[in-house]
């Protein structure tokens, strides 16, 4: 048997496989290095630093779905909330129709989307295609206050959901 591989214009030698051999190393450690406690927390500049981040649908998601009788499903490409699967009451929006970051998007009573677009601008708009219809958006990239998202989650179900279910909330968030 030849130690080349014979192909139309080329050979080239092989050479034959080696066995695998692990080796492990013995390391010595110093006596100073078998301490009993941790180390100290670093502080300061180059100390690790984690803050979790929590994927705001994840928790727009918990807001909606526990509330009755609420299901999630796609609506035009975004995740939308609904109640009893028929009327949509909340739809979370990232990054389209002039919005750079994350929004949601909620039926408000009468008068509130004026008062709250002109009190906080940086944090509320006018969604298209639904403001008109007095819904609010709600940018979730400012730093949102998550009970403020939560009750405004809140007041869009009970706007869109059936007297049975807004009651059944009211009984359930009132004090025992």
């Known amino acids: 048997m030849s130690n080349l591989v014979h192909g139309p214009e080329v050979e080239v030698p ?27 927390p670093r502080v300061g500049v180059g100390a690790p630093f984690y803050t979790p981040v929590v994927d705001p649908l994840t ?34 929006v990232e990054g389209s129709h002039n919005e750079a970051g994350p929004t949601i998007w909620c039926p408000a009573p009468p008068g509130v989307q004026g008062e709250v677009v002109d009190a906080e601008p940086h944090r509320f708009f006018v969604p298209p295609y639904v403001g008109p219809s007095g819904w609010i958006g709600v940018r979730l990239d400012v730093d949102p206050d998550w009970a ?19 009651a059944q909330l009211d009984r359930a968030e009132r004090p025992a």
């Open 148 to 166: 403020e998202v939560t009750a405004i989650i809140r007041d869009a179900y009970r706007m869109k959901a059936p007297k049975k279910l807004s």
């Open 14 to 40: 092989v050479r034959p496989a080696e066995p695998l051999t692990v080796r492990r190393r013995q390391i010595e450690r110093p006596a100073s290095a078998t301490c009993t406690r941790p180390p100290e």
């Open 59 to 92: 928790r727009v998601r918990k807001a909606c779905l526990r509330l009755p009788e609420t299901g999630e499903r796609l609506s035009h490409g975004a995740p939308t909330f609904f109640v009893r699967a028929k009327t949509s009451f909340a739809k979370y």
